[in-house]
């Protein structure tokens, strides 16, 4: 497990790329946390994949800085490099070796990988009954959990995946989901992960970051089952909204058909509760009115098409 700390793993500040004269990024600036599930999302062409390409070495940045556990992408690009797995497009491997293999393979390329950290990855992301068979008798989601197994041999302290999702069917996204999330718990790895699913996003991602023409435009929270915010919008269907209103006149409250909305917390909602049905309301659902990200994202971006 990766030791504990409040620095951020990754942290980009001022990131600018420039070809020619056009900017396709543009001063983005972002930390991401330890031991979180953060997601990059952006209209086409905004420049997620940009981004992530200069984040593993692949591209130059034109301004700014990239410091991962430390060191400069710039000028200690060895040191940072070390820190980081990453599967950009499609996990490659060798499809005439078996998933054991292939690991053993890889794992020569670094120092100190012993058989029992390979062990332990093959049970993370689920492979056990399947590691010794050949990689081209794997379906994509197995070789997608391979790549994964692949890129988090050395313990890196950030994963990036550009679009891991792509090719998978709903049972595939919903495992390699399961494992990211496990990762983040158990081995207190920082995942950085661009799709185009909202959906998935919203259910793997800890927060997300949104990004327009190359700009960050917002970074979201994603609120968990059971995790809801301190106060949030609540709707109360009630058989008698007006007079609902009347008994919680103290509270800045809307009513409107069937049911009365307002702000509160966990705690208040309990308490609204109770005052309605104390006073002879009958109370028919409690409904908090949070925006799914897909409303977010389209919110902030104007409606454009996401990729």
Do not use: W
């Not at 330890?34 to 940045?61: D, H």
């Not at 078996?98 to 794992?107: K, P, T």
């Amino acid at each position: 497990m990766q030791q504990l700390t409040d620095e951020p793993v990754v942290r980009l500040q001022g990131v600018t790329k420039r070809i020619g004269r056009r900017t396709i990024i543009d001063k983005l600036t972002l930390d991401v946390p330890q031991g979180e599930v953060f997601g990059f999302l952006g209209p086409n062409g905004s420049g997620k994949t940009t981004t992530i390409r200069m984040m593993v070495g692949l591209m130059k940045l034109s301004d700014g800085e990239i410091i991962i556990r430390g060191h400069r992408i710039s000028s200690q690009f060895e040191q940072a490099i070390k820190h980081v797995g990453a599967i950009v497009e499609n996990p490659e491997m060798y499809k005439y070796l078996s998933g054991y293999d292939n690991l053993v393979h890889y794992a020569r390329m670094f120092p100190g990988i012993s058989k029992q950290r390979i062990d332990e990855v093959i049970q993370l992301v689920g492979l056990k009954a399947r590691i010794h068979d050949k990689v081209k008798t794997y379906s994509l989601g197995m070789r997608q959990r391979l790549g994964v197994a692949q890129a988090i041999l050395h313990k890196p302290a950030l994963l990036i995946l550009d679009e891991p999702t792509n090719g998978l069917d709903p049972a595939g996204i919903r495992e390699l989901r399961d494992y990211l999330r496990r990762l983040a718990a158990e081995e207190q790895t920082s995942v950085f992960v661009s799709s185009h699913l909202l959906s998935e996003m919203e259910l793997m991602c800890d927060r997300v970051a949104i990004i327009q023409s190359g700009k960050l435009i917002d970074i979201r929270q994603i609120q968990r089952l059971g995790s809801e915010p301190a106060a949030a919008e609540v709707a109360f269907e009630v058989d008698q909204p007006s007079e609902a209103a009347l008994v919680l006149s103290d509270l800045q409250v809307e009513h409107k058909d069937n049911r009365v909305v307002l702000t509160a917390d966990r705690e208040q909602i309990a308490q609204i509760n109770a005052k309605l049905v104390s006073a002879g309301i009958k109370v028919y659902g409690i409904r908090l009115l949070t925006k799914s990200l897909e409303d977010q994202f389209l919110e902030v971006t104007g409606g454009e098409q996401i990729v």
